[in-house]
């Protein structure tokens, strides 16, 4: 065992182990089945329920492990339950699309898992080398996944855009992280910040903060380093897409709070700048872009785009506020998105694509059920009360006021309304248009329970969101910056 | 504890829950449960009217528990005597426009009662609210079905307007939510606790740039509401396109939305920020009173006369309050719900021809008051009420705003009696034109007069226009506590016992105002 490695570290890493021994075992259960059998699926959900349950343990510990690795705080639990929530609801999903499609599963699942995987170590890692490997692991399993659907061409356009860009958008990552410790002679970032706590704003560091900033504004897809989000989001599996935009998503603000507000609060007046005007340019952007969209996917690409922009918001607040903000943002963020898409994969039949706007039209005849859950799914995107996406915008706002950074709320506000035109645009052809022509969408029994479960999700949240509140409070209370932060303020 | 006003709220949303387990087939069955359900909610406000006590000054009936404890925000209702006024009109209207949809809604019916039902509950939240954010959460609560009701069963251009609407009020709305936050982060730094409550921020001295912004961030939200000039232009196109009962919820209660708003908040909240927006606030209320009027003049569309009158009207609302003292404001708050009466009424009115004829065209209707005697005396009333005649309720609230304006500046008096000379010229314009001459229009010639079920829907507002119009005493005395607290707040000079003195710099209002709120706080 190396120096410093505790035999008690192997116990904190239980959900982990868990959810990789899972992904191996999924792996040989995948081959033992007889084709077109859905053990698979059930064996992947088991796993993924399995990690859920091994993070029990856990609800309070703030310990940090294998030699300054990898925190397991109330931080990382968060967003892994973000993260296995997400995974549940996209295997959920994928079964009957992945039958429509006529593809084999296959390594589908195993790659979600290891995907799942990746993003939980990007959320505990405090050390840069940790959070490069989480990165890289669900990185490497999302371009598998993009172009899963081989005969389709859009699918395999998607995958090889999106891993040369990503591995471009990773090496400045990796070159921004090397300044990084080769200006402070660590990998560690608690370390880094008692490095540069005292130091003099060295100018080389402001290059490493551009970097990282680019590398990860990639992988939030912050305009400008968005081009590749709408391509890809409508050339990937559909349930990818949603896993996509929600997991990988919170995974790269996870790793990106992580690293400024634990490893670089002394730059902190550098990078709010910069992600200030992210901020507002990702918001603007996205929406304007959104707007002319007819395509579905590609519409929810371009808004998941303006979410990123608004979360940003948090990030620029530098608060515990802020920080909570955004927990709270994304876990509810990740309900309606993916209910968002799961209306997407029902729409997919044999005869029919699905993902033109116009394919809803009437919707709210042919599928009562589905159309009022997509009204909902559309009003709290847009932030409408008493949705749970009202709430999360609220926060964010709140945070950035709080923080005196009231223009940037303005903005953030007017965006919101902007972004409501195209977002009722969907309702328009659902509700006021008639119907069109081709067989009925109809909800197998694992999409109806997803879309139950981010109906249920989306209003209560909005209507009674106390418990997630609380909890948000106390995750971002732990992102070990309670001090760090008020040196910053 | 005492559930009173929870009941009176959540009683339209349950019958909505109800309707949605009923057959959509079985559209006569839907129609007895809307109409079952909305005058239960009107029977069960009744009460409100006689348990209210005038005497008290504070808030009645509160309701008071925790919703988001780590921000603050609390489920807190409570109800003074303006709030009562608001709530009696809004179940009653409600149960009119449920009435008035029975023959004039023939499809998608199940879907039409939920979306007024779930309308009727967000507005009632947002007059008994006195917490901030559950307040805005009934604010916003009121779009999506108001953009339903005009989306789905609109006129020809429905989904232009219903959009307009959407967004207008939107944009308004975000903003306000922005001077909400802002208001709720300086109250954290004065008193350490995170809260929404709305008593407390009544209590407050807020520096006075806070205040500049916060008002114009209200001025927002609020306006776009009323609608107050140059934020008009969206109620013309709403009205028009929305079906007879959008349209008499929009004129009745929606737009009290905005003035609620003002006299609620804006004006306690942030006093020294209103006495200095009045030149600003007067005259877009100017313009909007005359304007409105000359564009209603010029219309040749029955239904968009109505509503540009609405605009005329609402801006006397707005220009009665902004006298800031008690008799204009009272006189606004008896407006507001004269206005809703009557407005409502006309556009009641309007439904029937349109449900009659399909055309809104003024010109295609003439001499209707051979044909529908009845008719023709219903709107030849509310014509009146509209205009202010003496007896009927529209004169109450017009003499005290002049009143009440008069004593604030004698050049604004002169506006505010040059629009109700207007409003009388349309209205009564609008009535020759198709009440009297010959009946020149065959299609005219076989029109029935009013059902017993239409007429069953003005009947309440006459009674109501007659009551107010000879004996007004009961409605001012309901909303006088009202009033003196808004008085308290923006003109100090008048309150009993304070004559003379001038409007008191911040720490002699601090003392007035503490002094009366610590009288009995509401809780």
Redo the contacts between chains.
Sequence with gaps: MPPGVLLTDFYYLLPELVLTAGALLVLIVDVLLPRGSRGVMWATLAVLAATLAALLPFAATNVVIANGLLAVDQFALFFKVVFLVAAILTVLMSVGYLEVEGASPGEYYFLILCATLGMMIMAGGIDLITSFIGLETMAVSFYVLVGFIKPNQRSNEAAVKYFLLGAFSLGILLYGMSVMYGLSGTTNLRAMATVFAGQERDPLLVLAVILVVSGLGFKIAAVPFHMWAPDVYEGAPTPITAFLSVGSKAAAFAMLLRIFMEGLPSMNADWRLMFEVLSIVTMTVGNLAALTQSNLKRMLAYSSIAHAGYLLMGVVAATPRGVAAMLIYLFVYGFMQLGAFAIIVMMRRRDVIGDEVKDLSGL?VRHPFAAFAMLLFM?SLG????TAG?MGK??L??AA??AGY?WL??IG??N??VS??YY?RVV?FM??RKETTGSEPVASPALAFTLAVTVVATIAFGV???LL??LA?ASAGSLGLGGILTAIR | MNYYLSIILFTPLVGALLLLFVNKQNENGIRWIANIVALLGFVVAIPLWFWYDPQDAEFQFVERASWIPSIGAEYFLAVDGFSTLLILLTTMMGSIAVLSSWSAITERVKEYYIFLLVLQTGMLGAFMALDFLLFFLFWEVMLVPMYFLIGIWGSANRLYSAIKFFLYTLVGSVVMLLGILALYFYGYSVTGVYSFDVTQFQGMNLPFDLQWWIFLAFFLGFAIKVPMFPFHTWLPDAHTDAPTAGSVILAAVLLKMGTYGFIRFSLPILPEATRYFVPMMVVLSIIGIVYGALVALAQKDWKRLVAYSSVSHMALVMLGMFALNPVGIAGSIIQQINHGISTGALFLLVGVMYERRHTREISEYGGLSKVMPVYAAVFLVMTMSSIGLPTLNGFIGEFLILQGVFVANKIWAVFAASGIVLGAAYMLYLYQRTMFGKVDNPKNEKLLDLSGREFATFAPLIILAVWIGLYPAPFLRRIDSSVQRVIARVSPQYVPGNAGATPAPPAEVAAATTGQSQAGAPR
Excluded: E
């Design positions: 709210h009003l932030g409408i009360p008493p009202f609220l926060w706002f709140g006021i709080d009231v709320a303005v506000v007017l919101s309304a409501l035109y009722i328009v509700y006021l009674y969101p106390r509140f609380q409070d």
